[in-house]
């Protein structure tokens, strides 16, 4: 079951460049930056309210980052909503027809569970399911 709306994710070039933007602007605070070697990226969370935002920066050329940024710039890139069991959230999306980017879930940032379906299968939003922090 889906319980909220996790957070919303951001492609950037640089998160150096785009953090003082969040925190002196908008007046987040970054509450932590961390490297997700399994996606490739390197992100920062801010909270705001129930959601948080959750910039990536590509850490290798060959990131899904990089790609997303090369075709379309920095802008929105996904999604994320909470789910209490992200296996079951993908079986009833495999049992849909939907396309997934993952089968099973991966490590994501904060140590969460998370797994990614194709936006062809999305109405064109890339979408990921992600567990409670561990
Ligand atoms: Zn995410």
Redesign the pocket.
């Known amino acids: 079951m889906l319980t909220k709306v996790d ?1 919303i ?1 951001i492609a950037v070039n640089s998160i150096d460049e785009a953090v003082p933007f969040y925190e002196n602007v908008l007046g987040l605070k970054c509450e932590n930056i961390e490297e997700v070697p399994s996606q490739k990226v390197k992100t920062a969370f801010f909270a705001l309210g129930e959601v948080h935002l ?1 910039l990536l920066e590509p850490t290798s050329p060959d990131s899904p980052i990089a790609k997303f940024l090369e075709k379309k710039g920095p802008g929105v890139h ?1 999604i ?1 909503y909470r789910s209490n069991d992200v296996q079951k959230q993908l079986e009833t999306a495999t049992a849909a027809g939907c396309k997934l980017i993952n089968e099973t879930p991966i490590e ?2 904060g140590g969460k569970k ?1 797994a990614f379906l194709h936006p062809k299968s999305t109405f064109g939003v890339l979408s ?1 399911f ?1 567990s409670e922090k561990q």
């Open positions: 957070h994710g959750e996904h994320a994501g940032a998370v990921e992600c």
